[in-house]
């Protein structure tokens, strides 16, 4: 079973609520996904530990519910 688009960013606002979060479903599958995400919660981070987080918002689902997501994440 795929992840709808909005499932995806329901998990993102959860973790991460003052964020802008674009979602584009790369092969309208609902298993391919890209997302930019713009939060202060990245302040300070490195590329890695802001896609950490984002890995930590999906609880799990990366892999299983969710095989691809193209991430572009960056602080105000």
């Keep these: 079973m795929a ?3 909005t499932e995806l960013e329901t998990y993102l606002r959860q973790a991460f609520p003052d964020a802008q979060i ?3 479903d790369l092969a309208g599958d609902g298993d391919h ?3 930019s995400i713009v939060s202060e919660a990245f302040k300070g ?3 890695v530990k802001q896609h950490q987080l984002v890995y930590q918002a999906l609880q799990g689902h990366m892999g299983g ?3 691809a997501l193209a991430l572009q994440t960056s602080a105000p």
């Design 3 to 5: 992840m709808s688009a």
């Design 33 to 35: 996904y890209s997302c």
């Design 22 to 24: 674009r979602i584009d």
């Design 65 to 67: 519910k969710l095989h």
């Design 45 to 47: 981070l490195n590329r």
